[in-house]
């Protein structure tokens, strides 16, 4: 079982110092995992709802800074030792894929084998025009995308053919450490991220949704993976939601991770028996200060409860 946080990387409080400070934290409290969301510039959203819900706006400190994952990964890899790092998640088909596939091999490398790549087809749309990729074949990029990658991660030369990228008796170094390669790890909410997860992934990531959906996504993805050739279990559950300590038990709008330390025990209990292996938690308000706080806190009056 791993238990993880997001790292600040947006906004005001994602500084260097941060992301030093932070690390050494999750290191010396023996967390399991930082994760890196990202996104790469944020214009005017005027018809995008916020995670595909409608008229949500994203938060207002995206516009403050929005730090890339990468980046961040390898300074953090030369100055930790055991701490998984991963992106939570990169929107790939905003991406050219040769290079996705060369920063993940150098990263994995320089980490010695402990990064982690998730990923999404992305939901802003107003995002993707910016950067020239077409929002409406993001889904279909992400596939070819995915098996150019396994590719070019694997044996020299290497060929592929795809409907949007190809190369031909290519060479592509440095390998990363990780066999066959690092763990990919799949997010979304619908049956063509089921699918891609059980084609493709290690993991399947969903955001804030409820132990009783988790029973029914894993029950899909298991199903995808018989159609695939693949063990039914060959797709671990992750969870990425919010926590937040209180000194009230949670209300109607809060999730099981939001609330009073038991309450909070309780939930992630709910979410492991409803067959989650890892957890990443976001922290609610995102802020150097808060971050460090919900670490202690989990470290000292949670994780305890869970072993």
């Known amino acids: 079982m791993g238990y993880g946080f997001s790292l600040v990387v947006r906004g005001r409080d994602a500084t260097p110092e941060t992301f030093v400070e932070v690390a050494h934290k999750a290191e010396a409290s023996a967390l399991d995992a930082l994760w890196l969301s990202a996104h790469v510039i944020v214009p005017p959203q005027v ?5 595909l819900v409608p008229d949500l706006p994203h938060p207002p400190h995206w516009k403050e800074g929005y730090w890339e994952p990468f980046t961040i990964c390898a300074y953090l890899a030369a100055l930790t030792q055991r701490i998984t790092l991963g992106t939570s998640v990169l929107v790939l088909p ?12 150098e990263i994995d490398q320089l980490s010695n084998g402990r990064f982690v790549l998730g990923i999404g087809v992305g939901w ?5 025009e910016v950067l020239g990729q077409d929002f409406k074949t993001r889904g279909a990029r ?36 990780s066999k066959p ?19 493709f992934a290690d ?18 993805i298991a199903k995808q993976c018989e159609r695939f050739g693949r063990p039914t279990d060959a797709v671990k559950m992750t969870v990425k939601l919010p926590m937040s300590f209180k000194d009230e038990a949670p209300s109607g709008d809060d999730f099981a991770t939001q609330g009073r330390a038991r309450d909070i025990v309780d939930g992630i209990k709910r979410y492991r028996d409803a067959g989650v292996e890892d957890f990443t938690f976001d922290v609610v ?21 869970l072993e």
Request: charged share 30%; proline share 9%.
């Open 47 to 51: 018809k995008s709802g916020y995670s």
């Open 94 to 105: 905003q991406h050219n894929p040769f290079e996705v596939a060369k920063q993940v091999a």
């Open 124 to 128: 802003f749309e107003e995002e993707f």
């Open 142 to 177: 992400t596939d070819d995308a995915l098996r150019l990658m396994k590719q070019l991660w694997a044996d020299d030369p290497v060929t592929y053919d795809g409907r949007f990228y190809r190369c031909e008796d290519a060479y592509f170094a440095p390998k990363p450490v």
């Open 181 to 199: 390669h690092p763990p990919l790890m799949v997010a979304g909410g619908g049956r063509p991220a089921w699918r891609r997860a059980a084609e």
């Open 203 to 220: 993991a399947f990531h969903p955001v804030r949704v409820q132990p009783e959906s988790i029973e029914m996504m894993a029950t899909e």
């Open 285 to 305: 308000p995102e802020a150097r200060a808060n971050l460090l706080e919900t670490m202690e806190r989990f470290v000292q009056d949670v994780r305890p409860h």
